[in-house]
């Protein structure tokens, strides 16, 4: 009977000798694929000490690519973050027809290549576009200046607010909205002070991708921009033209390395955010 | 005599009908206000910003007629870019579809040390700049690189090769496998594991058995948001790349290359031959989410 215990046992788990193959095998991977990168990054940065470092960030260009990629994410941020909010108070709220096929609508940038979303505005606002004639006689630069540049960032970064916030909210239904109503308070009184202490850590996480990938947006920027050094460029374009420059290898990744800090602080955030309010953000890690 | 009591029975399925849908559907008809305010910033703001210059691409694209789409994709270099991103991404996908179960396992079944670390590191991809990981990557593997020079010992050569596109494409991917699996195997049932031991099934039975086929819908939606998301990339590829023509030329960098050249109809038709592709998958993938939660 023992015997039996055990074999029942032993079938529930791999041997050991598997398990250890597979486990040194996820660290190995994880290590080679996601670590080496971005030490890689953080050692070329470090290659020019300390002085070059500085040296590079303080460029005058550079300055102005930093400039250029905050005012764009202080733009296309809180734009999309007002869209998710009201995409998902409707959507997840509310029922009606064609439910389903907004909520795919609204996913449809993701399936899009970056290359792809500065190419439509292009069409539309480029010389030969649909407004260009328009745009032209009125002096409106929007293709290779910053209009264009920010146009692309809200565009790619679009779904995320929402896509956080719905399956989130769904998951809430209403009935505390609806006892704040009945018990007599208005709509904007409900909404601040029910509707959203439920949501905050969701629409944070929501925020903070956004964020992370409107600072970071190199193809749809990259078409639209016109690479002007010193005007058009965001930092991503700024580690492109750096890069490419043979004397400035370094520079490059200095300029990275600020970028990687952007994207490792949004991920501790993140995950700062899943380990302590967790719970809350049930209904977006199972989506 | 079965004619009168049919309708009664139908009445009767009918009512319990709307009954189960009545219960699915969360709020029946919700008494909260801003529904049209909510709705119609929402259709505006979609309608303004993303359909209509998607339709615009595609209305630039039916202006071409079909001979002219067909002349522009007909090139030797296009379908050469066109095959590399789609098949690049086919076998990134693959990849990631074996790595990415072999890391959700790992991370749901056992427990190691760096666990918490690495886990918190699966994101990366998502959160850090395609062009910082594109150069990282290069540098990574460029011939003396802390990678490429082992490699390139044994005679293979990633980086400016189509390896190196693949590489990228798999950095990219990865999350969207183990985020997507990592839930569903989290809430796979034990007991059918202990039923199956009990009746004798080895483990590696059980596993093939049992654990894969109610993965399965979720391993597949991941392998395929992989896929759509590597076909279009561009940042974390491009400088990995290296950008021969007719070798390791991606499709969203030839429309790219297009648009410096002026060359409208040529980036148009690309561009709309590759969205038509990638929203097949996307209809592959509702699909397969909505068969999954039919069936999960």
């Known amino acids: ?287 | 005599m079965s004619a009168a009591i049919l309708p009664r029975a139908s009445t009767a399925m009918k009512a319990t009908a709307k009954a189960r849908v009545t219960r699915r559907s969360r709020p029946p008809r919700s008494a909260l206000p801003g529904f049209g305010l909510s709705l119609g910033f929402t259709l505006t703001y979609l309608s303004l910003l993303v359909l209509i210059p998607l339709a615009a691409l595609f209305l630039h694209a039916a202006g071409l007629g079909v001979t002219g789409i067909v002349r522009e994709l007909a090139q030797p270099r296009v379908l050469h870019a066109l095959g590399l991103s789609f098949g690049g991404a086919l076998a990134a996908a693959t990849i990631n579809t074996v790595f990415g179960s072999l890391v959700a396992w790992a991370f749901v079944r056992y427990d190691f040390a760096g666990k918490r670390l690495l886990h918190a590191l699966i994101d990366l991809p998502f959160a850090l700049p395609t062009a910082v990981a594109g150069i990282a990557l290069t540098t990574l593997y460029a011939e003396g690189g802390w990678l490429g020079a082992p490699l390139a010992q044994l005679g293979i050569k990633v980086a400016y090769t189509p390896i190196g596109i693949v590489i990228a494409m798999v950095f990219i991917g990865l999350p969207f496998v183990v985020r997507t699996l990592e839930p569903v195997l989290e809430d796979a049932e034990k007991q059918l594991e202990e039923v199956a031991a009990t009746l004798g099934a080895t483990r590696l039975q059980t596993i093939v058995h049992i654990i894969l086929p109610s993965v399965l819908p979720a391993l597949l939606t991941g392998a395929a948001l992989a896929f759509a998301r590597a076909v279009g990339e561009y940042g974390s590829v491009i400088f990995i790349a290296g950008n021969l023509q007719n070798v390791s030329e991606i499709a969203p960098l030839l429309i790219m290359i297009k648009l410096d050249e002026f060359n409208y109809a040529g980036a148009t038709a690309l561009a709309a031959a590759m969205l038509v592709m990638s929203f097949a998958v996307l209809l592959a993938i509702n699909l397969l989410q909505s068969w999954n939660r039919r069936h999960g």
């Not at chain 1, 994880?30 to 470090?46: D, G, M, R, S, T």
């Not at chain 1, 764009?72 to 096929?101: H, Q």
């Not at chain 1, 409106?140 to 790619?156: K, N, Q, S």
């Open chain 1, 1 to 287: 009977m023992i015997v039996a215990v055990r074999r029942q046992r032993n079938a529930l788990v791999e041997p050991a000798l598997v398990r250890w193959m597979l486990i040194g095998m996820t660290v190995l991977l994880l290590c080679v694929f996601l670590l080496l990168p971005l030490l890689v990054v953080i050692v070329q940065a470090c290659k020019s000490g300390v002085g070059g470092y500085f040296a590079a960030l303080g460029d005058s260009d550079t300055l102005a690519s930093i400039r250029l990629t905050l005012l764009t994410a202080a733009i296309s941020v809180p734009l999309n973050t007002l869209f998710g909010v009201a995409a998902a108070w409707a959507i997840a709220k509310f029922e009606f027809r064609g439910k389903s096929l907004l909520t795919t609508l609204i996913d449809l940038p993701f399936s899009v290549s970056p290359v792809i979303a500065g190419l439509v505005f292009v069409l539309l606002f480029g010389s030969r576009g649909w407004f260009g004639d328009w745009l032209s006689a009125h002096d409106i630069r929007v293709i290779f200046a910053v209009p264009g540049i920010i146009l692309a960032t809200t565009f790619v970064t679009f779904p995320f607010v929402a896509r956080e916030l719905i399956p989130l909210m769904q998951g809430q239904g209403t009935d505390e909205e609806q006892a704040a109503l009945t018990l007599g308070a208005s709509g904007w009184r409900m909404f601040w002070h029910v509707t959203m202490p439920n949501i905050r850590w969701g629409l944070l996480y929501g925020v903070l991708l956004c964020n992370a990938r409107a600072m970071g947006e190199f193809g749809a920027v990259s078409v639209l921009s016109g690479h002007i050094r010193g005007v058009t460029n965001t930092m991503p374009l700024q580690v492109e033209i750096l890069y490419n420059d043979p004397g400035q290898y370094s520079a490059a990744f200095a300029v990275a390395s600020l970028l990687a800090l952007l994207g490792f602080v949004t991920l501790a955030l993140k995950n700062f955010l899943e380990w302590r309010h967790g719970d809350e953000l049930a209904a977006v890690r199972g989506s």
